[in-house]
């Protein structure tokens, strides 16, 4: 009996030794679909690892503010993050391919840009000791202003809320002022005047209650951007190789479902924004016209700067 109490207390200790608990930061509250969705990765990944590794999701910009996650799992400050995958535009323009105006405006085309992406992204993330693990998109981005935009014009000297460098160079083409905003301090941006206008999900609209600072919104689609979710590669690659397989089999899932969940946010969100006052109303010929000419402007200032491997990209998806 003695011999079996030891057994068991070595077998305790033995198994609490080889269990991993990863911190995971996001960006976005626990009642986005993204989140969501990580949270379920996480419980997917410690069911199958019957715990071996336990994954804790701090939401919305809690453990390290949106523009740090990336560096901190590179940093290997934790071990995992989720970001907006376009704000690491900057280090090369493939990042961001799917930010820009008009290059792919359907769940179809995102899927096809994505797939154009990933092996160029993955090689770049490489590079920095990184490993993509998943990817999902957000709704089409629409627009969110106080009355109707007939036409770009009608943008001329709003205080323009972006989140990237595409969207500043967007607004700024359209007359607009642009001021960086991250998603959890919308509310507050207009309440103070610091922004009047927005391009963003129907999501991200609700999300903030976008019913009480503006009146209409109009779904123009203009781009479908998505979010990644990297992992450090030296702490991957020291996971024992079954739970290695199991964080790669939670990760295809949480992709397959998060583009599911994406879809039918983009009809649910967009008709809980009309119940809760907004005018949805579709944008003229007139403004899609203009919108798309400042996209094709922007593309042509894109290919300009564009890295080989972010035209490779381009290539990829338009052949």
Same mark, same amino acid.
């Given at each position: 009996?003695?011999?079996?109490?030891?057994?068991? +207390?070595?077998?305790?200790?033995?198994?609490?030794?080889?269990?991993? @608990?990863?911190?995971? =930061?996001? =960006?976005?509250?626990?009642?986005?679909? $993204?989140?969501?969705?990580? +949270?379920? !990765?996480?419980?997917?990944?410690? &069911?199958?690892?019957?715990?071996?590794?336990?994954?804790?999701? $701090?939401?919305?910009?809690?453990?390290?503010?949106? =523009?740090?996650?990336? *560096?901190?799992?590179?940093? %290997?400050?934790?071990?995992? *993050?989720? !970001?907006?995958?376009?704000?690491?535009?900057?280090?090369?323009?493939?990042? *961001?391919?799917?930010?820009?105006?008009?290059?792919?405006?359907?769940?179809?085309?995102?899927?096809?840009?994505?797939?154009?992406? %990933?092996?160029?992204?993955?090689?770049?993330?490489?590079?920095?000791?990184?490993?993509?693990?998943? +990817?999902?998109? #957000?709704?089409?981005?629409?627009?969110?202003?106080?009355?109707?935009?007939?036409?770009?014009?009608?943008?001329?000297?709003?205080? !323009?809320?972006?989140?990237?460098?595409?969207?500043?160079?967007?607004?700024? /083409?359209?007359?607009?002022?642009?001021?960086? /905003?991250?998603?959890?301090? /919308?509310?507050?941006? !207009?309440?103070?005047?610091?922004?009047?206008?927005?391009? &963003?999900?129907?999501?991200? *609209?609700?999300?903030?209650?976008?019913?009480?600072?503006?009146? $209409?919104?109009?779904?123009?689609?203009?781009?479908?951007?998505?979010? /990644?979710?990297?992992?450090?590669?030296?702490?991957?690659?020291?996971?024992?190789?079954?739970?290695?397989?199991?964080?790669?089999?939670?990760?295809?899932?949480?992709?397959? %479902?998060? #583009?599911?969940? +994406?879809?039918?946010?983009?009809? @649910?969100?967009?008709?809980?924004?009309?119940?809760?006052?907004?005018?949805?109303?579709?944008?003229?010929?007139?403004?899609?016209?203009?919108?798309?000419?400042?996209?094709?402007?922007?593309?042509?200032? #894109?290919?300009?700067?564009? @890295?080989?491997?972010?035209? @490779?990209?381009?290539?990829?998806?338009?052949?």
């Amino acid at each position: 009996m003695k011999h079996a109490i030891l057994f068991a +207390s070595a077998l305790t200790v033995s198994t609490a030794a080889h269990a991993e @608990s990863w911190d995971m =930061p996001t =960006p976005y509250g626990d009642t986005t679909f $993204h989140t969501q969705n990580i +949270s379920q !990765f996480a419980d997917d990944i410690r &069911t199958a690892t019957d715990g071996e590794l336990d994954i804790t999701i $701090h939401s919305a910009g809690s453990l390290f503010p949106h =523009p740090e996650i990336k *560096g901190a799992v590179r940093n %290997r400050q934790v071990p995992i *993050g989720e !970001f907006f995958l376009s704000l690491l535009s900057n280090e090369d323009l493939a990042y *961001g391919l799917d930010s820009q105006p008009f290059v792919a405006t359907s769940y179809d085309d995102a899927k096809k840009l994505w797939d154009a992406q %990933r092996p160029v992204i993955t090689e770049l993330l490489a590079e920095q000791g990184l490993m993509p693990l998943f +990817s999902v998109p #957000w709704p089409a981005q629409g627009l969110y202003t106080n009355g109707e935009i007939a036409t770009v014009d009608d943008l001329n000297g709003l205080r !323009f809320r972006a989140y990237n460098a595409a969207l500043e160079e967007f607004a700024t /083409i359209a007359g607009a002022a642009p001021v960086q /905003i991250e998603a959890s301090n /919308i509310p507050q941006a !207009f309440a103070t005047g610091q922004v009047e206008a927005m391009i &963003t999900s129907p999501s991200t *609209g609700v999300n903030s209650t976008a019913w009480d600072f503006v009146s $209409h919104y109009s779904p123009i689609n203009a781009w479908v951007p998505k979010n /990644i979710v990297v992992v450090n590669k030296r702490v991957f690659d020291g996971l024992d190789a079954e739970v290695q397989a199991a964080v790669t089999e939670a990760a295809a899932a949480a992709e397959t %479902r998060g #583009w599911e969940m +994406s879809a039918a946010e983009a009809d @649910s969100k967009t008709a809980e924004l009309a119940e809760n006052g907004i005018t949805v109303y579709e944008p003229s010929a007139e403004l899609i016209d203009g919108l798309q000419a400042i996209g094709q402007t922007m593309l042509e200032n #894109w290919k300009a700067n564009a @890295s080989d491997s972010a035209i @490779s990209v381009l290539d990829a998806y338009n052949n």
